[in-house]
């Protein structure tokens, strides 16, 4: 038996009962083994699933059956053999082998049960096998795939930004800087502007692109650098934007719920939960929202932003994302359009998730004037020098658009309801982790 080629089945078709007492070859890594006596059962794994397999002395020869036996947790392994059902295997089905062969015993695999968080996270190049990593990560693909499914049959165009930029998008506080052959560059916090410059070809467009914020909190929902979904939509105005957003995430719940049930319950996640996800959310303006969350005890008072405690209060007994709309102009971004029917206020929107997950997407109708442009820069103590590309587009054919950031691991989080922000993406970048 050799490792390579294509001669082998997949360990997802012999559980679906579709190999049942046919002879199979599988090919890769020990994940349980017990021996006892002249038996050695392996449970093996790869990319699909782990299935049981009974290795006998007699049947496989002395050779093979002792190097079967002798192998640690994650040897390489090839294994022949016919499928039985066996209602005691993990999974319901077992390998009764024919012959076995050891590819690589390697050395002793270093994660036994019961590490520590910080003893994981050292070794996350190895945990990344793990079932449970292994799911979740199945499901980031699943979810990244469906959005943007919903966004090729919205007709919309998806578009590369540059990562490394010359100036801050929103201010500087969490700027990374780098040196750029002696001159002062950033990784980008957000793709948002240069979003905008696709919308005056493209009309409806998205990034998805990784964002770089050097936050220097630790909380369960920051990353230093995470996955962004960034839309924009010409001629779009807020109500627009927000019914895009809600009709978004409906689809991806939808989606996940009907065709990956086993692998949320594999997570822990209820599919019912993503199946209540229907349109329309419920909307409430920033002044509600303060006054809500402050008679359901939180310490906030008005024109202060809201905190993972407010988002909490203000979505713990809802079962759908939540909008809030119109923040203060003062703590909003430069580029956010002021509301004319509620002059001080945004035509923005934070979406909120249930269950404590807090904000996953921040978006607003965009400032397309250009006197409105050069008003709001110079309120908020910005160059326009640093802005003139995009200024431009206030110059030449400007027009209404609106668009949103969504928080990839933000939304994995809640979708799968994770304690943590670092499970949802493969190698978390923290303030203080950039190992392995
Ligand atoms: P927060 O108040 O939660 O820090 P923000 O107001 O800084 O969020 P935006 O600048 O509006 O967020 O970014 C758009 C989206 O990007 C957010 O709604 C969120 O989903 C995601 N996001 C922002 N910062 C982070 C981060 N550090 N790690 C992971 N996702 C983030
Ligand atoms: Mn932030």
């Not at 199945?138 to 795939?145: D, L, Q």
């Not at 998008?169 to 980008?188: D, H, M, P, R």
Request: glycine share 6%; hydrophobic share 40%; aromatic share 10%.
């Amino acid at each position: 038996m050799d490792a390579l080629g294509t001669d082998f089945a997949k360990i997802g078709s012999i559980l679906s009962g579709s190999l049942t007492n046919s002879k199979v070859r599988i090919r890769g890594w020990v994940h349980r083994s017990r021996t006892s006596g002249g038996i050695c059962f392996l449970v093996v794994r790869d990319s699909t699933g782990v299935v049981q397999c009974a290795i006998k002395k007699d049947a496989v020869g002395e050779s093979s059956f002792i190097s079967a036996s002798q192998a640690y947790i994650e040897s390489t392994i090839l294994v022949e053999g016919v499928v039985k059902q066996d209602a005691r295997a993990p999974g319901g089905y077992e390998i009764s082998a024919s012959s076995v062969k050891l590819v690589a015993q390697g050395e002793p695999f270093p994660i036994a049960k019961d590490q520590s968080v910080e003893f994981l996270l050292d070794t996350r190049h190895l945990w990344l096998r793990s079932q449970r990593l292994t799911n979740i990560m199945k499901a980031r693909h699943k979810i990244i795939f469906y959005l943007r499914e919903f966004f090729e049959k919205e007709g919309f165009w998806e578009l590369a930004p540059p990562i490394i930029t010359g100036a801050a998008c929103e201010g500087g506080s969490t700027l990374f800087e780098i040196s750029y052959f002696g001159e002062k560059a950033y990784l980008t916090q957000s793709s948002q502007l240069y979003a905008e410059v696709f919308t005056t070809a493209l009309e409806n467009v998205y990034v998805l692109a990784p964002s770089f914020r050097a936050e220097p909190s630790r909380t369960v929902r920051h990353l230093c650098e995470y996955w962004h979904l960034e839309p924009e939509m010409a001629f779009y105005d807020q109500k627009m934007n927000m019914r895009l957003q809600e009709r978004m995430l409906e689809y991806v719940c939808q989606k996940m719920a009907d065709s990956h049930p086993d692998l949320l319950l594999a997570i822990g996640r209820q599919p019912e939960k993503l199946k209540a996800v229907r349109a329309p959310f419920k909307r409430m303006t920033y002044e509600e929202a303060v006054e809500i969350a402050a008679r359901s005890g939180a310490n906030i008072k008005k024109g202060q932003d809201l905190g993972a405690d407010e988002e909490a209060l203000l979505t713990k007994d809802e079962e759908k994302p939540v909008f809030v709309t119109n923040f203060p102009k003062e703590i909003k971004a430069f580029y956010m359009r002021e509301d004319p029917s509620n002059p001080g206020t945004v035509l923005n929107a934070d979406v909120l998730a249930p269950e404590a997950h807090g904000e996953i997407i921040g978006g607003s109708e965009r400032i397309w004037e250009y006197d409105e442009l050069m008003r709001r820069l110079k309120e908020n103590n910005l160059n326009p020098k640093d802005y003139e590309w995009y200024i431009d587009l206030r110059r030449y054919g400007p027009f209404p658009h609106s668009g949103f950031g969504l928080g990839i691991e933000r939304l994995v989080k809640w979708m799968l309801n994770l304690d943590h922000i670092r499970d949802a993406i493969p190698f978390p970048r923290t303030i203080n982790r950039v190992y392995p």
